[in-house]
């Protein structure tokens, strides 16, 4: 979220709150509220909020953004970054967990700064559990059914593994190739 954005918002998720300390957690809280003090913050883990916080509130005030921003409903040119671009893969089978794992660390490190999102279910061979990751840049999580409230595979259902990278110079040929190669 930028500057701009939190200095308009009437709440704002902050999220991941599971992953840093309450010390943290207050200094961005303090830095938000420094940018915009009536702000309402909504703390979530895994992105849970109850929606009636968030839906059919009314927040959008145009006075109030335009009072921050006179030129808001002007014509403006928009740049767009033709580099950044997403990749989805969809593919039948079962990944060797080894070389998923070796796979992944390997992307995380070559590509981890110009992968802005990146998310999968997966099927791992030898498992009915069925695994999904979510990351942003080098940080990723991995839950699976054992854990979480992810449903496992059911019995004679086809595995099909799906994923999605969302970044800058992403090599679509590449990354499907490479995902490929940790198929069983």
Not at 17 to 43: H, T
Not at 94 to 100: Q, T, V
Not at 120 to 125: F, I, P, R
Request: glycine share 6%; hydrophobic share 45%.
């Amino acid at each position: 979220m930028s500057l701009e954005q939190i200095a308009f918002a009437d709440r704002i998720i902050l999220n991941k709150l599971d992953l840093v300390s309450a010390d943290q957690k207050e200094a961005v809280i303090k830095r938000i509220k420094a940018i915009n003090k009536p702000v309402q913050i909504l703390e979530a883990i895994q992105a849970r909020v109850d929606l009636d916080q968030l839906l059919g509130i009314g927040a959008f005030s145009l006075d109030r953004v335009l009072a921050v921003e006179p030129d808001f409903l002007e014509d403006k040119e928009h740049e767009h970054d033709s580099s950044i671009t997403s990749v989805g893969i969809t593919c039948e089978g079962a990944c060797d967990p080894d070389k998923l794992n070796a796979w992944l660390r390997r992307l995380l490190t070559e590509k981890g700064a110009d992968l802005f999102r990146s998310k999968g279910v997966l099927a791992m061979a030898g498992s009915d559990d069925r695994h999904v990751f979510q990351g942003v840049h080098m940080l990723l999580q991995m839950t699976s059914s054992a854990y979480d409230d992810v449903a496992p595979w059911a019995p004679g259902e086809k595995r099909v593994n799906k994923l999605v990278f969302i970044g800058r110079n992403l090599d679509r040929t590449d990354l499907t190739s490479s995902f490929k190669a940790c198929l069983v």
